[in-house]
């Protein structure tokens, strides 16, 4: 279980996380939704390792990640993918996901290969695409390359950055849905940043809403998303 305590980022004199305390169960997914600017993105860069909080506390599994290398957080089994589908354009498909395996302990190297083909299972157009540049995808195809190249490093608990960010609708339910599977089939835990709230509860199990950096509410999935006066005072629908 993830668990975040009283944690606070800053950026200067701007507080982007304030005060923030929440869990993420295992082998559940957790979405964190709210406007822009409600310090979604700066909570998961925290998590990560690419932000250092000023203070609070992150745990994992009863292990403090606080002040650890991004690279030792994703040997602990922690992936991170950030918004913007960010791959590398100069690499092909393949070479893409493979840099997902860099970080993996020496024990877990022989299933490299196993763990790629199971990503080409999960989507089946890159597996077309295998030995196409990255930069000639498109939008969605790049978004399930920056997944995939995340689940190869065989994680416990994935953070989602907006993968629903600049996509067709048709595209994202293919996405969301494959996320959705995995978590159900493989015991996967999942934090879904999303500002698309209405996607986000559809598919979660628990939702935590923030503004302004601070936590507004925190309740299953289903009773955010029954929850008008809530959604029309935050989430503007």
Request: hydrophobic letters at 45%.
């Amino acid at each position: 279980m993830l668990k975040i305590q009283n944690l606070v980022t800053r950026f200067g004199s701007v507080v982007a996380v304030d005060g923030i305390s929440m869990t993420a169960q295992e082998s559940k997914i957790t979405t964190v939704i709210g406007a822009n600017g409600a310090g979604k993105s700066t909570l998961l860069r925290t998590i990560s390792g690419l932000e250092h909080p000023s203070s609070g506390s992150i745990t994992w599994k009863e292990q403090s990640i606080v002040g650890m290398r991004p690279e030792d957080i994703v040997r602990l089994g922690i992936a991170h993918v950030p918004e913007g589908h960010a791959v590398i354009s100069e690499l092909s498909v393949e070479e893409n996901i493979s840099m997902g395996s860099l970080f993996r302990r020496k024990k877990n190297k022989s299933d490299v290969a196993a763990a790629m083909d199971e990503m080409y299972v999960l989507f089946p157009r890159l597996k077309e695409r295998r030995k196409q540049l990255a930069g000639t995808l498109s939008g969605g195809e790049r978004q399930m390359l920056a997944i995939s190249r995340a689940l190869v490093s065989r994680p416990q608990l994935l953070l989602l950055d907006e993968p629903s960010l600049g996509l067709a609708p048709l595209v994202v339910e293919q996405i969301i849905d494959s996320v959705n599977t995995l978590c159900r089939t493989t015991g996967l835990s999942v934090l879904l940043v999303e500002q698309n709230a209405n996607t986000a509860l559809g598919v979660a199990d628990h939702g935590v809403l923030l503004a302004l950096g601070k936590v507004v509410a925190d309740r299953p999935a289903s009773e955010l998303k029954a929850d008008a006066n809530l959604r029309a005072a935050y989430l503007g629908y």
